[in-house]
């Protein structure tokens, strides 16, 4: 039996800029993210795992001083690090 194995290591980055002309912030940082997700298929037996984590780093966004939340939310996931985990079978049905 012969496994396919992927990985792939992705990264984000959102440059800094300037505040919205309402918000008495004039600059918003910058920011990375990482991202990690692989796969494992066993061989012709249709079964393939994925895993994997978005955020892995955990980065903390930049605090964003608007009249809202203190963050961008038209850029910034708030949720940080979310792991995921996901099985799946194929069938040659036709």
């Known amino acids: 039996m012969r496994g396919d194995v992927s990985l792939t290591l992705s990264a984000h ?4 800029y300037a505040g919205f002309s309402y918000s008495p912030q004039e ?4 920011y990375l993210t990482w991202d990690l ?3 494992y298929e ?3 037996s ?3 795992v994925y895993a ?3 955020n892995i780093t955990n980065a ?3 605090f964003f001083d608007g009249f809202g939340p203190p963050w961008d939310p038209r850029r910034v996931d708030t949720r ?4 995921h985990l996901e099985l799946r079978k194929s069938y040659d049905l036709f």
Do not use: L
């Open 13 to 16: 980055y959102s440059s800094s």
């Open 27 to 30: 600059r918003v940082d910058n």
């Open 37 to 39: 997700t692989g796969s």
């Open 42 to 44: 066993f061989g012709e």
């Open 46 to 48: 249709g079964w393939k």
């Open 52 to 54: 994997g984590a978005r």
């Open 60 to 62: 903390e966004f930049p």
């Open 80 to 83: 940080g690090r979310i792991v």
